[in-house]
């Protein structure tokens, strides 16, 4: 089975931090994938990576970057933490569909 | 500008029932339809997927139906059970879609309630 772990369940940090989240992949799986989650609005993809080093925005990139030193883990960093960050952020990966996904990382900027 | 639509927020279907689940999409290049299931604090995980050569796609008590010309697919669950109370999401590529990333689509998701 496909096992996507993401480093934390739930974060609390304070606005003007920079944050990082931190995904890994065990299936060596090229493209992966961050996405947020927020009530009513689905899942819309901040960013992407379809191999070590390459990054493309998704449609919401404002406000985030992304770093893939590693194929098998694709990190988000938070540059300086907003409010309007607070979601539920999900990372995938795959190689062809289906995407799998982590269990998620509740993040609270206060 | 919304490309893949669930019109409906929620749904509520008794124990044993049909439960029908719509989504609607606006893009003719989708190919490839997904659907996942998300319980509360957990990830997405995937149900069952059709392609756009196929009309029906069956998995035990899932099925999901594409009508291309409507730009319109469902998930029917038979019989719905209680643990399949969750967030519905479907999700849609276009498998030339750059990158070599095959991106997808969500639409915004239906909460389905089952009641024993």
């Known amino acids: 089975d496909v096992k996507v772990t993401q480093s934390s369940r739930y974060l609390v940090k304070r606005t003007g931090e920079k944050v990082f989240l931190e995904c890994v992949q065990d299936?060596?799986?090229?493209?992966m994938f961050w996405y947020r989650q927020d009530p009513g609005l689905g899942l819309r993809l901040i960013y992407f990576s379809y191999d070590v080093k390459m990054k493309e925005k998704g449609d919401i990139p404002e406000g985030y970057s992304v770093s893939r030193e590693k194929k098998e883990r694709f990190s988000l960093i938070l540059e300086s933490a907003s409010t309007n960050q607070t979601s539920m952020y999900l990372c995938?990966?795959?190689?062809?569909?289906?995407?799998?996904f982590g269990d998620g990382t509740r993040l609270s900027i206060l | 500008d919304q490309q893949v639509k669930q019109n409906s927020p929620s749904l509520s279907v008794q124990e044993g029932r049909i439960s029908i689940l719509n989504c609607d999409y606006t893009n003719s290049m989708f190919d490839y339809f997904l659907w996942y299931k998300k319980y509360p604090a957990e990830g997405p995980t995937f149900l069952i997927s059709?392609?756009?050569?196929?009309d029906k796609n069956e998995d035990g008590r899932f099925t999901v139906f594409l009508n291309k010309s409507a730009k319109h697919l469902s998930l029917h669950i038979v019989p719905s059970q209680p643990g399949d109370s969750a967030v519905y999401f479907c999700?849609?590529?276009?498998?030339?879609?750059?990158?070599?990333?095959?991106?997808?689509?969500f639409g915004k998701g239906t909460k389905l309630s089952v009641i024993p």
């Open positions: 059709i392609s756009s050569i196929k």
């Open positions: 299936m060596d799986h090229e493209n």
């Open positions: 995938a990966s795959q190689s062809y569909q289906p995407q799998h």
């Open positions: 999700a849609a590529s276009a498998i030339y879609s750059g990158a070599g990333s095959y991106q997808l689509t």
